[in-house]
C-alpha cells in the first residue's frame, strides 16, 4: 500500500500499472491516470487497519486516508483496498471507498487549525 501511494506522489505510471493486478489492470487508462498523478499533490497518508497482508498470507486489506491537494483544494480518499499476493509479489485487486472529512472550501491560514481535524497547525499538517 505504501509503495503504491509514493508512486501516486511522484507520478510513477508504470509502477501503478505493474502492481495492479492482471485481473484488473484493464480497468486502468494509462493516459487518464499519468494526468491524474500530474494535477494532484498528495500530502500524507495515514493507515488505518490492516487485515491479514502478512508474509504468509495470500490476500490482505488495507484501509486508508490519503489526504491531497487538487486544484487549490484539500481533499480526503478513503478507501478499502485489497491486495493478492502471486509468488512473492503484491498486487492491488481493487477498492472500496468511503466517506471521509470534507475539506473547507478554502483553505485556513498557515496558524490555523488543519481542516482534517489533528489538531494541528494547518502549515505542520497539510501546508
Known amino acids: 500500500m505504501r509503495s503504491r501511494y509514493?508512486?501516486?506522489v511522484k507520478a510513477d505510471v508504470a509502477y501503478l500499472l505493474y502492481t495492479?493486478?492482471?485481473s484488473t489492470r484493464s480497468l486502468d487508462n494509462p493516459k487518464l491516470l499519468q494526468q491524474s498523478c500530474q494535477g494532484?499533490?498528495?500530502t500524507g497518508l495515514h493507515i488505518q487497519q490492516c487485515h491479514?497482508?502478512?508474509s504468509n498470507d495470500n490476500q490482505g486489506s488495507v484501509t486508508f486516508s490519503a489526504h491531497y491537494i487538487e486544484?487549490?483544494?484539500p481533499g480526503v480518499l478513503t478507501e478499502t483496498s485489497r491486495f493478492v499476493k502471486e509468488g512473492q509479489q503484491w498486487y492491488y485487486l481493487d477498492g472500496n471507498h468511503g466517506t471521509a472529512h470534507t475539506p473547507p472550501v478554502t483553505m485556513?491560514?498557515?496558524n490555523e487549525a488543519c481542516w482534517c481535524g489533528s489538531g494541528?497547525?494547518?502549515k505542520r499538517c497539510h501546508g
Open 6 to 8: 509514493s508512486a501516486f
Open 20 to 22: 495492479r493486478h492482471s
Open 40 to 42: 494532484t499533490r498528495w
Open 52 to 54: 491479514q497482508g502478512q
Open 71 to 73: 486544484n487549490d483544494k
Open 108 to 110: 485556513p491560514g498557515r
Open 120 to 122: 494541528a497547525k494547518f
